[in-house]
């Protein structure tokens, strides 16, 4: 029998593109999208929708349980830049939501269970280039603390209670079908809109600051590679390191004018410059490669093309 899927923060920007893409493998009455708002987000009318607070926990679980979900993928989260400006709720949000999960799998109520890392994960004294998968993690963002700390449950629970968890160090994600949700990686996603607008770009990270990013369609394609994958390859129950390519905001400007020469940039960095000054610039991704066949397919070079391709500028007029 298929299994029955639950996505939590399925309107957001990884939720709506996973959604899509578990439903056209799963079939659309296999998954089911939850987020807070009380309508679905029109992109994902094509399933089954709930309102759901992944912090009303009582709601959560008997949801669960009276449908009898096999797999969540857990994607409700306050992300770096919007997180430091609440800390301690985003650690309430980061952190509560997971152990309703996976105290649910320990239950034997889920057969699986993935829930995203970062790439924020680390911090000032990591190694920034070819960041191995095993070194230095000392965050310094409030994010990055909940994404290390459950990363460690996430390990936990699966070393404890056998519950086979999954999960991936995200890097900067760039994509056009839903806007970025207050991240410090923004600003890669931004510049398409502007550029496609006709404006000059104000970039809030200098122009040297180089992150690693991935175009969605490889992030996607890995979550679920990773999901369908047999359990004896998944050797890391903490997270996965991903890497698809780095690039910083001077070099995706040049990219950019490669297609549209009359786009322009200048660079104003605010609060979240301090944050990606902690985060790495390349990341190895070798255990990712080797357990469970990770390769990416796009370039700098081919997702800006894409992106150019496909940002509607209504979508920004629109949110
Ligand atoms: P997003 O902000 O675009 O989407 C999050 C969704 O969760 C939103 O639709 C929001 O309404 C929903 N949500 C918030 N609070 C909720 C609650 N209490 N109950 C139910 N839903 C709630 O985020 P995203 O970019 O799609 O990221 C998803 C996950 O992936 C997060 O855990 C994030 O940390 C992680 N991640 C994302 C990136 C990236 O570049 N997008 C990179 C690394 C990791
Ligand atoms: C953010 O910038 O907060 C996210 C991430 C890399 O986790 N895009």
């Known amino acids: 029998m298929m299994s029955k ?9 990884i939720g709506t593109e996973l959604v899509l893409s ?5 079939g659309d009455e296999h998954v089911f999208a939850a987020d807070l708002k009380d309508d679905c987000p029109e992109k994902l009318v094509g399933g089954p929708y709930v309102k759901m607070d992944v912090l009303d926990k009582e709601f959560v679980r008997s ?17 770096s830049a919007t997180a430091e400006k609440n800390p301690a709720f985003a650690w309430k949000l980061n952190m509560e939501g997971l152990f309703t999960i996976l105290d649910l799998a320990k239950e034997k109520h889920l057969k699986k ?7 924020a994960v680390f911090g000032p004294t990591t190694p920034p280039e070819n960041t191995p998968q095993l070194t230095i993690m000392e965050p310094s ?14 390990e936990y629970y699966a070393n404890n209670y056998g519950v086979d968890v999954r999960s991936i160090r995200y890097p900067g994600l760039i994509s056009y079908t839903s806007l970025p949700g207050g991240g410090t990686t923004d600003y890669a996603v931004d510049i398409f809109y502007q550029a496609k607008l006709g404006n000059e770009f104000t970039s809030f990270l200098k122009e040297d600051t180089t992150l690693p990013m991935m175009y969605m369609e490889d992030a996607i394609r890995a979550t679920i590679e990773l999901m369908e994958s047999d359990s004896d390859n998944i050797k890391i129950r903490s997270s996965y390191n991903l890497s698809g390519c780095s690039f910083s905001p001077k070099e995706l400007t040049e990219e950019i004018q490669k297609l549209m020469p009359e786009f322009k940039a200048k660079y104003v960095p605010d609060f979240r410059q301090d944050i990606a000054d902690t985060w790495p610039r390349s990341i190895d991704d070798s255990n990712a490669r080797v357990d469970w ?12 093309k894409v992106m150019l391709n496909h940002v509607d500028v209504n979508l920004l007029k629109n949110s």
């Open 141 to 154: 963002t409030v994010y990055g603390i909940s994404k290390l700390a459950g990363e460690r449950w996430c």
């Open 22 to 26: 578990l439903r056209e493998l799963k």
């Open 63 to 79: 949801f669960i349980i009276k449908n009898k979900i096999d797999e969540v993928y857990l994607l409700a989260a306050l992300l």
């Open 5 to 13: 899927i639950l996505v939590i923060g399925a309107g957001g920007q």
């Open 293 to 304: 066949g990770w390769k990416e397919k796009f370039s700098t070079e081919s997702l800006v």
């Open 113 to 119: 269970v993935f829930w995203p890392s970062s790439i």
